[in-house]
């Protein structure tokens, strides 16, 4: 019953256009939603809506995950920035996209988070293989050591674009990010030129910023 729930969720995202591109549509077969809800929400897992993970944080609608891959194009051999990383899904989704020669960096604030996200993502082997990398942190000041990234992505809006992420983004890459109820990508044209493309009604969790 649950595949068949899962198959019919897929199948609507593509039929509606969200999923497009055929290794990320691989990666929402193959890393399953229901893997990285809490527990007492696993009979909503397939419902396309956002689910609470506690601490004020959600995991996404399928939906907006699906937008948002597209818009990001991650691809294999990829290092990629994930911000707000909570329950870990997009994080695996990220992690099958880019495979055995690409390199996922998840950061998350909230310490449970961290551990839950790790965990529920270690059943795919991607924490065993090397493929992701957890670190508790503030997201805001993304990874300085372990730039520049060819792709970021940020679950949680901030209220503009963190100088941080622009720096540590390579030119030629892209970036997602949710700011005032609309998600915008980022291109760097180069050091400092960036396209900036705005695709409004999507409403996000704050993100958390240490004083």
Known sequence: MTSLKKDNLIETLVKEGYLKTPRIIEAFKKIDRFDFVIDYLKSEAYLNAPLGIGFGQTISQPLTVAFMLELLQPEEGNKILDIGSGSGWSTALLSYIVGEKGKVYAVEIVPELCEFG????????????????FTLADGSKGLKDKAPFDRIISAAASNDIPAAWKEQLKVGGRMVLPMHQSLWLVVKKSEKDFKITEYPGFIFVPLIERE
């Open 118 to 133: 790790k965990k529920n993502t270690s059943h795919y082997n991607f924490v065993s293989k090397g493929i992701v990398e």
